[in-house]
């Protein structure tokens, strides 16, 4: 069961995005622009890797969250009262169709990159609040290589002190001091 899924993407609940994106910054890394979810309530700004990427999300307005499926507001303030996780765990593949009897149909009003896409969130979103978001990407037309950012000349490296010399994140980067930053947001 579950076979062939990669993660796609991780996300991280923020207040906003600008003590996040600091701290990120501080570090080094380039995040994207910010993209606006419509009819969703959020917006995030994303820190693209290789293979995935992180996304800093937040509630933009609540108004709409609370007119939409996802219901956000409820999952941010379930971790500004301490009783939720502020993670979630994307991921991409083909679900079965008896693997989709554990997830929740959701079709956003946009689009990533021009491809219209679907999401399926795992039942447990909208049950068990304390556990990380887990869900599942679904893109019409479209291979990851594709649609996938970094192949479209998007990536996060770290500059050195002389601008002349880059290094990726992995190199010699501490991983740690990435996390650090992440968690303190």
């Given at each position: 069961m579950y076979e062939n899924l990669e993660v796609d993407h991780i996300f991280r609940i923020v207040e906003?995005?600008?003590d996040a994106i600091n701290q990120i910054s501080s570090l080094g890394f380039s995040p994207s622009e910010i993209r606006e979810h419509t009819e969703q309530g959020t917006?995030?700004?994303?820190?693209?890797f290789e293979k995935n990427?992180?996304?800093l999300i937040y509630l933009r307005s609540r108004e709409e969250s609370q007119n939409n499926f996802l219901k956000f507001h409820q999952r941010v303030d379930n971790f500004r009262n301490k009783s939720g996780s502020p993670y979630g765990i994307g991921f991409r593949g083909?679900?079965?169709?008896?693997?989709?009897?554990d997830f929740e149909l959701y079709q956003p009003k946009y689009n990533l990159s021009g491809k219209s896409f679907i999401i399926y969130m795992h039942s447990s979103y909208f049950t068990n609040p304390e556990m990380p978001a887990i869900f599942f990407l679904e893109v019409s037309n479209s291979t990851k290589e594709e649609f996938y950012p970094i192949n479209r000349g998007l990536s996060c490296q770290k500059e050195e002190k002389t601008p002349s010399r880059r290094r990726k994140f992995f190199g010699r980067v501490k991983v740690t001091e990435f996390y650090r930053a992440l968690?303190?947001?």
């Open positions: 906003d995005d600008a917006s995030s700004r994303f820190i693209f990427y992180l996304e083909k679900l079965s169709e008896i693997e989709k009897n968690i303190r947001t």
